[in-house]
């Protein structure tokens, strides 16, 4: 009786476990009726789900994967590799798309500030690239000063607050990263002041207004910041994958707007030569890093 009773036992669990069996196959084919698409790509909740179902039905320890047939292991792993490899090729995406998204706030901002100077430089009688400030294209009473202002340095601050930002995103994760692209963004952020608070007529007044010690004052952080984020980020480059260039620009940039920092003084005749070394020195590493970091798109 009881060789009797084990056989009926055993023959018990073992219909039991095949039919747990069948519920845990059934259930992941009804997961696996859901199409995954490399072009949008399954939600990171949804592919994390899935991939912990594979994980229980692989290691199930209760029946083994022993239990399973052959066939739907080689199915149920092969659906895993094409959960993971579509989430993979949306992560490249997202980066392939930030990643040009650098370069052209780079490139757009550094261009926007070089035509504003040029453009703005033509339409204001009598004036000197060599001995003014770019600000005073801007200036209160300047010809075009709204059209400079509103056209010119609000787009060109814009842009390369947001090439800082978008570039800490794609750029490899440092303090001194984080520390350089601050510095940049408050160059930047000099062009918005200028919108906002233009200096005096001439940017040399006896009496300044409020708008122009604010203009000054805020102005000056981004100037002062400049050459030591640019050797912060020529130091930081020094250890990213193909940075060599970048590095040495960001060496020799900080060199460059040192010395043109160290000039800009309103009693200096060449003081319009000294900022415009200062902000091509600054501007040349913002494009050579916004062509960098979409190069990276292309050889991933």
Known sequence: MSRVALNVRNGSNAAGQHKLQQVQIGNMLDLFEQPVSAKSGPSTEGAQGRHDQFKSIETDSSLGTDSYPSSFLFFLRARKWRFTRADSMTSQTGSSILNKLVMLAACFG??????????????????????????????????HAQLVNFGGFLPAGALVCAFAVLAWKALPRSAGTTIGMVGIALFGFGYLVAVFFPCDAGCRPAAPSYSQLIHNSLGLVGYLTAPAALAILGWQARSW?????????GFLGALTAFTGLSLLSPEFAFVGIAQRLLELSVLTWIVACGIYVNKKTATS
């Open 110 to 143: 550094a261009l926007t500030i070089i035509l504003l100077t040029i453009i703005g430089g033509a339409m204001f009688p009598g004036y000197s690239h060599a001995s003014q400030f770019i600000s005073e294209l801007g200036a209160r009473g300047a010809p």
């Open 241 to 249: 994958l193909g940075g060599r260039l970048l590095s040495m620009l």
